[in-house]
């Protein structure tokens, strides 16, 4: 294995960086050990593994575009309500419109309610926690207009089912092997051709070796739709952040917001743009939730903020803006899912379940403090050690 090939794959598995992973990793573990010796149903059951995908969805996709806020910078309370009042707009329109027509005003929706947000937060001054927490509840407000306090429901047969063919059922992806092989010589292909050379050929050669297994080893991927929906999100703004321009502008501003303008970025449009991405994210995902439900009550989704909130601070993401991963907050949002499913295979009392989770997200919060703290301390000694080999050589001369 090439040199800088093998000290990124070391860099990316210390605890520092994969420490939410080795978290999950050990939590599925007690799980399945203690469901085993319980003699409960297996754990790590097909059903049971599609099943915490399924249910983790929503929240995930609310945690990748909150992450997205978090790391320009701001916060944002009102995810939950915007997601319900989108839910509430597509039921009430579905009927008499259509399912496209509703879903592009519920989405319109979204973003005008995370337009709104950013244009506050950025253009007027006032504390982004401030405003959101308003419009939280102006737009639950407006929930309790649409929906008159009452649960909605989409009554019509064929509004029905076009909302049932959205979210529910489950695709499958047949040797998905092939397919992960041929998206690995792609990506191999584009790295080999645009950043460096060792890592595209380890790329490619993975790829290929995946594709020349797939007819001996098989293999197919049954996920629910939802799940597959949040692949693509967190895959695509995990890339964009990871490899754009966008992206490193957007760690930049959140990092060190003048720095950032005095190097020319116009940090405005890049916090208004993660708050109105943020909108459109709620609202795509109170279209799913009606789409599951087929109805939305006033109360629909209330709390759910901080679930995603917790989500994103498991998978490390700085309240203050410059660092954070919407693959760690999806890997987040599965702890909080897992904990919740396996607290249920267990039989363990609902009052207990509030008090371990509440506890793995403050010691979650503590370690990433107290991690980031040392890491900052020895930056600073690093930095403030005299160079000495570059002394002696000038003396020497």
Same mark, same amino acid.
């Given at each position: 294995?090439?040199?800088?090939?093998?000290?990124?794959?070391?860099?990316?598995?210390?605890?520092?960086?994969?420490?939410?992973?080795?978290?999950?990793?050990?939590?599925?573990?007690?799980?399945?050990?203690?469901?085993?010796?319980?003699?409960?149903?297996?754990?790590?059951?097909?059903?049971?593994?599609?099943?915490?995908?399924?249910?983790?969805?929503?929240?995930?996709?609310?945690?990748?575009?909150?992450?997205?806020?978090?790391?320009?910078?701001?916060?944002?309370?009102?995810?939950?309500?915007?997601?319900?009042?989108?839910?509430?707009?597509?039921?009430?329109?579905?009927?008499?419109?259509?399912?496209?027509?509703?879903?592009?005003?519920?989405?319109?929706?979204?973003?005008?309610?995370?337009?709104?947000?950013?244009?506050?937060?950025?253009?007027?001054?006032?504390?982004?926690?401030?405003?959101?927490?308003?419009?939280?509840?102006?737009?639950?407000?407006?929930?309790?207009?649409?929906?008159?306090?009452?649960?909605?429901?989409?009554?019509?047969?064929?509004?029905?089912?076009?909302?049932?063919?959205?979210?529910?059922?489950?695709?499958?992806?047949?040797?998905?092997?092939?397919?992960?092989?041929?998206?690995?010589?792609?990506?191999?292909?584009?790295?080999?051709?645009?950043?460096?050379?060792?890592?595209?050929?380890?790329?490619?050669?993975?790829?290929?070796?995946?594709?020349?297994?797939?007819?001996?080893?098989?293999?197919?991927?049954?996920?629910?739709?939802?799940?597959?929906?949040? *692949? #693509?999100?967190?895959? $695509?703004?995990? @890339?964009?952040?990871? =490899? &754009? !321009?966008? /992206? %490193?502008?957007?760690?930049?501003?959140?990092?060190?917001?003048?720095?950032?303008?005095?190097?020319?970025?116009?940090?405005?449009?890049?916090?208004?743009?993660?708050?109105?991405?943020?909108?459109?994210?709620?609202?795509?995902?109170?279209?799913?939730?009606?789409?599951?439900?087929?109805?939305?009550?006033?109360?629909?989704?209330?709390?759910?903020?901080?679930?995603?909130?917790?989500?994103?601070?498991?998978?490390?993401?700085?309240?203050?803006?410059?660092?954070?991963?919407?693959?760690?907050?999806?890997?987040?949002?599965?702890?909080?899912?897992?904990?919740?499913?396996?607290?249920?295979?267990?039989?363990?009392?609902?009052?207990?379940?509030?008090? *371990? #989770?509440?506890?793995? $997200?403050?010691? @979650?919060?503590?370690? =990433? &403090? !107290?991690? /980031? %703290?040392?890491?900052?301390?020895?930056?600073?000694?690093?930095?403030?050690?005299?160079?000495?080999?570059?002394?002696?050589?000038?003396?020497?001369?």
């Amino acid at each position: 294995m090439p040199p800088e090939i093998r000290s990124r794959l070391a860099a990316a598995l210390r605890p520092g960086n994969a420490g939410v992973v080795y978290a999950l990793l050990l939590i599925v573990a007690v799980l399945t050990l203690l469901t085993a010796q319980l003699g409960r149903p297996p754990y790590l059951s097909a059903t049971n593994v599609i099943n915490i995908l399924d249910q983790s969805s929503l929240i995930a996709i609310l945690a990748v575009f909150t992450t997205v806020v978090l790391i320009s910078g701001n916060f944002d309370l009102s995810v939950a309500s915007v997601a319900a009042f989108s839910a509430a707009t597509v039921l009430s329109l579905v009927a008499p419109l259509g399912l496209p027509a509703a879903m592009a005003i519920a989405l319109g929706a979204g973003l005008v309610c995370g337009a709104v947000n950013g244009l506050i937060v950025q253009l007027v001054g006032i504390n982004a926690f401030i405003v959101t927490l308003g419009t939280m509840t102006a737009v639950r407000g407006l929930v309790l207009i649409l929906t008159d306090g009452r649960t909605i429901t989409a009554q019509d047969p064929g509004a029905q089912s076009s909302l049932i063919a959205l979210q529910a059922g489950y695709w499958t992806v047949p040797h998905i092997l092939a397919v992960l092989g041929v998206a690995a010589a792609a990506a191999g292909v584009f790295v080999l051709l645009h950043r460096s050379r060792p890592g595209g050929i380890a790329m490619l050669a993975a790829g290929v070796v995946a594709i020349v297994l797939s007819p001996v080893l098989g293999f197919e991927l049954r996920l629910s739709k939802p799940t597959y929906y949040l *692949i #693509v999100i967190a895959g $695509v703004t995990w @890339a964009v952040l990871r =490899y &754009t !321009v966008i /992206g %490193r502008r957007l760690y930049a501003v959140g990092a060190n917001a003048e720095a950032a303008r005095l190097s020319g970025i116009n940090v405005n449009r890049y916090k208004i743009g993660a708050f109105v991405l943020n909108g459109l994210g709620s609202g795509f995902v109170g279209i799913l939730f009606a789409a599951k439900l087929l109805a939305i009550n006033p109360t629909g989704l209330q709390g759910t903020e901080l679930t995603v909130l917790a989500a994103a601070i498991l998978g490390g993401t700085s309240l203050f803006g410059g660092l954070g991963s919407v693959l760690k907050s999806v890997v987040g949002a599965l702890i909080l899912f897992t904990l919740d499913n396996g607290f249920n295979v267990l039989n363990l009392g609902a009052n207990y379940q509030g008090v *371990i #989770v509440g506890t793995v $997200v403050v010691v @979650a919060a503590a370690i =990433y &403090t !107290v991690a /980031g %703290r040392q890491r900052q301390v020895k930056r600073v000694r690093e930095s403030s050690k005299p160079p000495s080999v570059p002394v002696r050589q000038e003396a020497l001369r």
